[in-house]
């Protein structure tokens, strides 16, 4: 089964508002992170943030980690029609890691004008 | 994407034979990883690579074997193409998932008849 788990596995909101995505994992780690994918391309590297940190903000992004509750929030605040895309969170293993990350199933955010 | 380039783009190939997809970094990266993308599975890690000749399977590896005898090379082989093995590859690198997110290729769609 896979390490980490989006939740919802699909989001669709208004232009404006904000989207938070949920990803939940088993096994302790090193750090998360956070990737974006539009429609036939590849994945994009958004925030990483370390299993000693909680909160982290890039621009528009807001990623929070809980490592006692193994799970971390995505939030774009002021959503637009561009940040339509499949948001995936991914794991790097504190233990037999080996330098891999495991991917979740991802989380498809539809932005309507 | 920079610094990544994968080939074909595109194939479709029939049952029973050998296909090669090629990865090619100008990051000097020491970590290259092969995923596959399946609907409702995510990524899931084929093959990975910590170095010239040191690969590694990763949790999806049947059917399929890799080689890097360049840091700027790794190449996947669909040893006998089944049907299964229809989807859409990306090759990955990293200088270290410890401080360091993927960058990924734009992928290859493969499709086996």
């Known amino acids: 089964s896979q390490q980490g788990e989006e939740d919802p596995q699909a989001l669709s909101i208004q232009e404006g508002e904000n989207a938070t995505m949920n990803c939940s994992y088993k096994?302790?780690?090193?750090?998360l992170q956070w990737y974006r994918q539009n429609s036939g391309r590849g994945l994009v590297h958004l925030i990483l943030?370390?299993?000693?940190?909680r909160e982290k903000h890039s621009g528009r992004l807001r990623v929070t980690l809980d490592t006692s509750k193994k799970s971390s929030s995505l939030l774009i605040t002021a959503s637009r029609a561009a940040d339509t895309a499949s948001y995936f969170c991914?794991?790097?293993?504190?233990?037999?890691?080996?330098?891999?990350?495991?991917f979740g199933t991802g989380t498809q955010l539809k932005v309507e004008l | 994407d920079a610094g990544i380039t994968q080939s074909p783009r595109h194939k479709v190939t029939e049952t029973g034979t050998p296909v090669t997809l090629r990865c090619h970094q100008t990051e000097n990266h020491r970590y290259m990883y092969w995923y596959r993308q399946d609907p409702g599975h995510g990524l899931r890690l084929i093959h990975y690579?910590?170095?010239?000749?040191?690969?590694d399977k990763g949790e999806v590896s049947d059917g399929y074997s890799v080689s890097r005898s360049k840091t700027e090379d790794f190449l996947l082989t669909l040893e006998s193409a089944t049907s299964s093995q229809t989807s859409v590859y990306f090759c990955?690198?990293?200088?270290?998932?410890?401080?360091?997110?993927?960058?990924f290729g734009s992928g290859t769609r493969l499709t086996v008849v």
């Open positions: 690579s910590y170095g010239v000749k040191d690969t």
């Open positions: 096994t302790s780690i090193n750090n």
């Open positions: 991914a794991t790097d293993l504190l233990t037999g890691g080996g330098n891999k990350l495991t």
């Open positions: 943030i370390r299993s000693n940190e």
């Open positions: 990955a690198i990293s200088g270290g998932t410890g401080r360091y997110g993927y960058t």
